[in-house]
């Protein structure tokens, strides 16, 4: 981009956005992503490294001259890469794996080369409306209502996490609330939730103002799979109307984080309507699975709550972040989280012709993330996707098959998508306590020895494993190969006994 | 939008990562992304589409088969393109500039490829430990004392808006106020801040539950060069402590949006802390130029307040999405944002012995911004990032000097940083209402052309353009550029009269 003018002498020499050089680093960044790809199974899948251990490797201040890219790169390899948890490794069965692929690489590129602001319409049309058109796009495939639509009167927005997507929601349903009841009456308020319910919702409700005392935490119980009962959830929201208290905000989840739990939409709904109570669905997860017509039953009802949200970035091969957002009563979002400040007033604005995100969200500035989606959709078109999604269930399901057929296991909860939740039993003559320490014991020796990567979750007061196939790289000889590990390790440790 | 190519395979052999296609697509977008830079002043500014623009250009839903990359490229070019308002564009002064540089692009393209999801420690030990470190890296460059520190007992984190930042303090700030006059007592909380505050702390307040009645903006005045008086802090607070009221939160501002004023951090200081309000400085924009020594005295003071934050993406050449945060307690933000689900919990957290991010902010998920702050420090050293700013700064002197020079302008507040602040005065024989009508039409037909780009504000009470220098392939012969063009169009105007 030529030279900077001979009159700002220190500069002569930096120029932070030479084009040829920076294609030739980006490609041989590309290479370093692609040798990364090849090579990730060498890689311990969970990082075997101490606490500190980065500290110790860097200088105490930033540099003052320029180093080279190469050594840069270098470090990379060899300082950052030990560090890391490969969550792209096919041997990653943790928590729920993040997807990725080509197209959402390439969409990301862009949308970080173009650099928009896209706060308002003004600052990057572009962006603002295919976020909106990809927003609809995943709606149809869906089959949510119309009424979630920008073509009809609802709407969509990508948020970067579930959690902001329901504090946003959040803040709506209360200020919708106190409108009624007097704006100092905050502390009246109750959210309800179930004991499965994503930690965030707690987290939304202090950042929130809700009282931690009116987050009602609705038990849950094996006969009914851990899913929240519309009976427990009426009888408590009576409880709190009773007590003078006034009702606001349900989460409801579709596919919970540690057991893939499907509250009852529809009649969670039916309750939840009859209190004026804004009913969310968290579907993080498993709302991808949705675009399958044999999975879409799981959100049967959807037409009868206020939002849902799902994370492509989890099950819809788009990199982070990417968190969707529907609402059908976006006014309600943009009352509380509005605004107008005169450096950014404008026509479009003016005229209410346009949507501006900046009044969906948290912050102003936002990225032009709908690019990624975009790039999916059509990079591989809907049937990809969903043979994607089944894929990974199939997977799912062979893995549920190996644990069934080893008399020393059970399923603890049945699967529903491609999670599988399990443990050791050994025999009766065990105590449940002992039963634990040897899961905590299966756990850390196959984790520890990098070779594969899974976690674990209590439910129902019982310890249990959590192998979650998703990540983009799985292959079923993947599957059999950490069963194998499994199964050995098991060996190893009733054999120490 | 493309017919089903034929070298697309069956359902059956779906690879959305295949390496090789990977590495091809990849140089092609590089190459994209490049012709895009060496283009970018071929394109209007400011996009010139009409609402609606890109609906009628897309199908009503996703493709149910692929379609070539080519044909999504060629899109970006003839849909995406001419909706972009084209922040990299050497012609754009409005707003803040985004700003960017090789480094951060490919520091950017790192953290996509990794997809490590950093929620605490043990799932990316590797973003953490150098997210910390690149903290305490430009904590050092800022000068900062060392309680902000992780060296010490202070910290940061990278956030993506500052207004999470603002969010994230705010919280703390209110659940510590809370602790002392009981937890139903939120309506009595108060926060300050001045009529130049960022509008993102009245939303933070919205979402916090803090009363919009409560959120002083205290009036600042063209004397004090739109500063915040501590003398006018003091009697607010003073008034609002009289009235049984509890102050909680003062956001100052280095660098205010509209017009860059600089509130007197140390003053406010020593009155906040008088009263045990939380002291929040918002340096968005302007705090990167206290890298520089001559600029750093707009922090002096910074010791005696409770969190600083600061938007690299805005003149640190990161790229979106980059704003730190420091505070001086973390714990302060833990105590509310902090979380420990069964499906989470490890030992090194257990320990106390890690620090994991999802206790600092609103989301759980959160990408490796790191890499960004890491790759651009090294790449260029501190010595050209100052010189980078000097630039800057210097480009926006020579426009000042422009303008003085016309004696039908006049600079409306002493310049500070990069960014001018001016408006055609005309004559006196001319009313404010039509002056300010000028201006507006000055705005309107220079933006129209698509040759630059530029914005307004309002200043106490005056219609008033902000010309602010910073993308980063600005130079002096674009600020010449651009001043002709608002000149010739003053000319044109005037003579129309």
Known sequence: MGSFPANIPELKDFNPLDLEEFRKQAYQTVDF??????????????????????RTQLPESAPNKPEPFETILKDVQNVIIPGMTHWLSPNFFAYFPATVSSAAFLGEMLCT???????????SPAS??????????????????????????????????TSEAILCTLVASRDRALETICDENIAKLVVYGSDQTHSTLVKACKIAGILPRN?????????DNFALSSTNLRTTIE??????????????TVGTTSSNAVDPVGQ????????????????????????????????????????????????????????????KQPILITKVLGCNPEFLKNKPTELNSVVDYKD????????????????????YGVANLQSHIRSDVRMAEMFEGFVKSDPRFEIVVPRQFALVCFRLTLSDEYEPEL??????????????GGKMYMTHTVIGGTYVLRFAVGSTATKEHHVSTAWNLIKETADMLVGEC
């Open 268 to 327: 969670l709904a039916d309750v939840a309507n009859g209190f004026g109570v804004w009913v969310h669905v968290d579907a993080a997860y498993a709302g991808s699975a949705c675009i399958c017509p044999e999975f879409r039953h799981f959100i049967d009802g959807i037409e009868r709550v206020d939002s849902l949200s799902l994370s492509p970035h989890k099950w819809l091969l788009t990199y982070l972040d990417c968190s969707c957002l529907w609402v």
């Open 113 to 123: 080369g173009f650099n928009s602001v896209g706060f308002n319409w003004l600052a």
């Open 128 to 161: 603002t409306e295919l976020e909106s058109v990809v927003m609809d796009w995943l709606a149809r495939l869906l089959k949510l209502p119309t009424s979630f639509m920008f073509s009809d009167t609802g709407g969509g927005v990508i948020h970067g996490t």
């Open 215 to 223: 987050v009602r935490v609705i038990p849950t119980s094996k006969e």
């Open 360 to 379: 969906w969200q948290v912050g102003y500035g936002r990225r032009f993330r709908a690019l990624r989606l975009w790039f999916v959709f059509r990079s």
């Open 435 to 448: 039963v634990e320490l040897f899961n905590r014991d299966l756990l850390d020796r196959v984790n520890s």
């Open 33 to 54: 992503i692609v040798d990364y790809y090849k090579n990730i199974e060498s890689y311990p899948v969970l990082s075997q490294v101490k606490p500190g251990y980065i």
């Open 239 to 252: 409880a709190d109307v009773e007590a003078g208290l006034t009702p606001i905000y349900l989460c409801a």
